[in-house]
């Protein structure tokens, strides 16, 4: 090619950089295009675009409350599996029923079984939890005291606490599901 420019006019060397920037510059445009694209698709097929409905409220842990004071603990967190005599389910199958609900509201990689959350089962597990013996009954206490308000913005701490308890390695919630989310994710577990 070098030497090809060599033999031409100064006027046909012009118009090959002008031929070849044309190219250049086309081929540029089309993968410019390409990558808009690709994004505009992402955007739209994904909930990356999602806003309605996805504003992520400040979670309502109390800085001085149990929830906190747990995810904050270096401590193992152990949950107690003996039943109990009054016929009252054992700590640990306690906590993982409501590790179990926070699924309906959390995102994370992995999720190992479900229970809806309904205001009867909010209620019963409130009733039980202030009557226990329970090791970590104030925790139980104000995540379902919340929750029966109908305010699940700790529903990642409360995860997270259980989590950890129960040597989580995937499956942390990231945060809470957006309403839509949270359809699917009923209509696919409990419907």
Known sequence: ?????????K?????????EMK?????????????????????????YGNTAGNEQ?????????EIQRLLETDKKIEFDETETAEGKPSE??????????THQK????????????????????LTTAEESVYQYKDFY???????????????????NVIWKSQDGSIGIATGLLTEREEMEYKAQHFN
């Open 141 to 159: 206490i104000e995540t379902l005291s919340a929750w029966q308000r109908g305010d699940f913005t700790n529903a990642v701490q409360v995860h």
């Open 1 to 9: 090619m070098h030497g090809r420019m060599l033999s031409m006019t």
């Open 23 to 47: 190219i250049a510059v086309t081929v540029f445009l089309i993968i410019l295009a390409i990558v808009l694209t690709a994004g505009i698709i992402y955007f739209i097929y994904t909930d």
């Open 57 to 65: 409220t400040e979670s309502s842990v109390d800085p001085d409350g």
């Open 92 to 101: 640990w199958k306690f906590s993982d029923d409501i590790h179990k609900m």
């Open 106 to 125: 959390v995102k994370a990689q992995v999720k190992w079984g479900s229970l809806e959350i309904t205001e009867e089962r909010i209620n019963n597990m």
């Open 11 to 19: 006027y046909e060397r012009g118009e090959f950089l002008k031929k």
